[in-house]
């Protein structure tokens, strides 16, 4: 799976739109892009994942750019639920020996939503 | 529906005990994986159930071991604990092969004295 380089933290204030990036330069064509959030002391979050075009749902939009060498996460009107660590994750949606769903996760970046 | 569900969702065992830790996948879910949180290595992957078949398997040593039944319930068991076991346990599933989301349980809190 990809490598991912993500801020450390990140500030945002309620109401703003909260953009977070992600490189994963080393990223492979079959790779997707899946980003989760982790609330304090809750089970991780699926939010949202793409291969090569933005993506949107009732939670987030992602947006890959062209050369799939970074993301960027947007939460268009942050909360301050949204208070979390997000992680990015690269890797491909599962092998051909059957599933595959190992997810690797970094650091990730806590998003910090001040009122 | 109901989420995934993890049981118990704490526990405090003894070094050198064993222990074994339940979860129920969301219904209709074919996949359950399982995670350990840890404050100095983060999360990582343990490994992974499909139609009662471990598929995958993280770097662990053979203390932490799994199974997973024809209702797609999986348990984990880990023998002879040591004081780094101490983590929280989490669980997610997924419907089937080939899913992108992966839906995951609130995790059983571990601590071995």
């Known amino acids: 799976d990809a490598k991912t380089t993500q801020p450390t933290s990140m500030d945002c204030a309620e109401g703003r739109a909260a953009n977070l990036p992600c490189n994963h330069s080393?990223?492979?064509?079959?790779?997707?892009v899946y980003w989760y959030r982790q609330i304090h002391s809750q089970g991780p979050q699926y939010i949202i994942h793409g291969l090569k075009n933005n993506e949107t749902n009732e939670m987030a939009s992602l947006i890959i750019t062209e050369d799939r060498k970074s993301s960027t996460l947007i939460l268009p009107h942050a909360t301050l639920r949204d208070t979390a660590v997000y992680y990015c994750i690269v890797r491909v949606a599962y092998n051909s020996g059957g599933s595959n769903y190992k997810l690797t996760f970094g650091k990730g970046t806590l998003l910090t939503v001040n009122p | 529906k109901a989420g995934v569900t993890q049981t118990p969702r704490y526990l405090i065992k003894t070094r050198g005990q064993q222990v074994t830790l339940s979860c129920s996948p969301i219904s209709g879910h074919r996949s359950v994986s399982w995670y350990q949180q840890t404050p100095g290595q983060g999360l990582q992957f343990l490994f992974e159930?499909?139609?009662?078949?471990?598929?995958n398997k993280g770097n662990f040593p053979g203390r932490f071991s799994g199974r997973q039944f024809s209702n797609s319930r999986s348990e984990m068991n880990v023998s002879t604990l040591e004081l780094g076991d101490s983590a929280l346990y989490l669980c997610?599933?997924?419907?089937?092969?080939?899913?992108?989301?992966?839906?995951f349980g609130p995790g059983t809190r571990l601590t071995v004295t």
């Open positions: 159930y499909f139609s009662e078949t471990q598929r």
């Open positions: 997610a599933s997924s419907l089937d092969q080939g899913t992108h989301e992966q839906y």
């Open positions: 080393t990223i492979s064509g079959n790779e997707y």
